[in-house]
C-alpha cells in the first residue's frame, strides 16, 4: 500500500532552520506532485510548498523566500527546507502525493515546535 513517512520535525528557536523528508512508497513517485501542507492547533490544514512532477514549485506566501521544496526521485523522497521559523510556523507539517489519477494520499505528520 502507499505510505508517506515524514520525519526531520522537532523543536528549534526562532530564526532556526529545519529540514523536513518525506519517503514515499507504494506509489509512482515521480509522476506524482508532492506537497507539504501544515496544520496549527484550532487551524485549518494550509498548503505550504508545492513541487510538480516536473520540478515546478510553489510557496505560500508566509513561507515564500525562507523555504525550499525539493525532490529526489530516485529515492521517492521530497524535502522541505525551512529557515528563519517563527513561532507561528509551528504546526504539524504533512506530506502529500496528489496522483495523477485525482488520489491524494498522506502522511501522518511530523510536529514542528518554534519556540521564540
Known amino acids: 500500500q502507499v505510505q508517506l513517512v515524514e520525519s526531520g520535525g522537532g523543536s528549534v528557536q526562532a530564526g532556526g532552520s529545519l529540514r523536513l523528508s518525506c519517503a514515499a512508497s507504494?506509489?509512482?513517485?515521480?509522476?506524482?506532485?508532492m506537497d507539504w501542507y501544515r496544520q496549527a492547533p484550532g487551524n485549518q490544514r494550509e498548503l505550504v510548498a508545492r513541487i510538480s512532477n516536473d520540478g515546478r514549485t510553489n510557496y505560500a506566501d508566509s513561507m515564500e523566500g525562507r523555504s525550499t521544496i525539493s525532490r529526489d526521485n530516485a529515492q521517492n523522497t521530497v524535502y522541505l527546507q525551512m529557515n528563519s521559523l517563527k513561532p507561528e510556523d509551528a504546526a504539524v507539517y504533512y506530506c502529500s502525493a496528489d496522483h495523477p489519477s485525482g488520489i491524494r494520499y498522506w502522511g501522518q505528520g511530523t510536529q514542528v515546535t518554534v519556540s521564540s
Open positions: 507504494g506509489i509512482r513517485f515521480s509522476i506524482c506532485t
